[in-house]
């Protein structure tokens, strides 16, 4: 079955850095669109990136433009997260989604990992 | 910026009725809405997407209708499992713009 898992979440400084990692198991990685999704209880569920099968393409919600990358190894069949810069309303828990597909058409995310969890405070 | 909003903000429900959920947005988004069911501890998972297909393994019991900038989830006959928050999202494909509403809350 579908499996993703998130990992490298922690407690970093304001400014600081951290990367997340998404292993995928279950299907065919590279044949999907792949994108992050965090949640904090008070913003709620809010999309962060999402991005194209190669990885060439990705685009960002504007908060986090020019602070997070989101890159992927299909070979690896594994997703991750740069998040630079880091500042406090970083805080969330991230997962890794996955669409749902339906003759190529985005139907949703059909898939989600258990979520790490990111903590930014000093 | 699409806006999602949804109300009520809490429903307290009883096993067996029947529950209708709303979502509002800002401006039309067409059908391009999903909706998702998040207990605690669990991420989401997606119930209903294009606004009225149910996806892959959910109940019949859950039914969603709407275009536009109206929606609402059914749920016909509520059982135990079911009470959880419930979320709509705005989809845009390309480029892409997911937008979550802030969820409804079904307790007992």
């Known amino acids: 079955q579908v499996q993703l898992v998130e990992s490298g979440g922690g407690l970093v400084r304001p400014g600081g850095s951290l990367r997340l990692s998404c292993a995928a198991s279950g299907f065919i990685f590279s044949d999907f669109y792949m994108g992050w999704v965090r949640q904090t209880p008070d913003k709620g569920l809010e999309w962060i990136s999402y991005?194209?099968?190669?990885?060439?393409?990705?685009y960002y919600t504007e908060s986090v433009k020019g602070r997070f990358a989101m890159s992927r190894d299909n070979a690896g069949n594994s997703l991750y997260l740069q998040m630079n810069n880091l500042r406090p309303d970083d805080t969330a828990v991230y997962y890794c989604?996955?669409?749902?597909?339906?003759?190529?058409?985005?139907?949703?995310?059909?898939?989600w990992g258990q979520g790490t969890r990111v903590i930014v405070s000093s | 910026e699409i806006v999602m909003t949804q109300s009520p903000a809490t429903l307290s429900v009883s096993p067996g009725e029947r529950v209708t959920l709303s979502c509002r947005a800002s401006q039309s988004v067409t059908r391009s809405l999903a909706w998702y069911q998040q207990k605690p501890g669990q991420p989401p998972r997606l119930l209903i997407y294009a606004a009225s297909s149910r996806a892959p393994g959910v109940p019949a019991r859950f039914s969603g209708s709407g275009s536009g900038t109206e929606f609402t989830l059914t749920i016909s006959s509520l059982q135990s499992e079911d009470y959880a928050v419930y979320y709509c999202q705005n989809y845009y494909i390309w480029p892409p713009e997911f937008t979550f509403g802030p969820g409804s809350k079904v307790d007992i």
């Open positions: 989604v996955r669409p749902l597909t339906i003759t190529n058409l985005y139907c949703g995310f059909d898939s």
């Open positions: 991005g194209n099968k190669g990885g060439d393409v990705v």
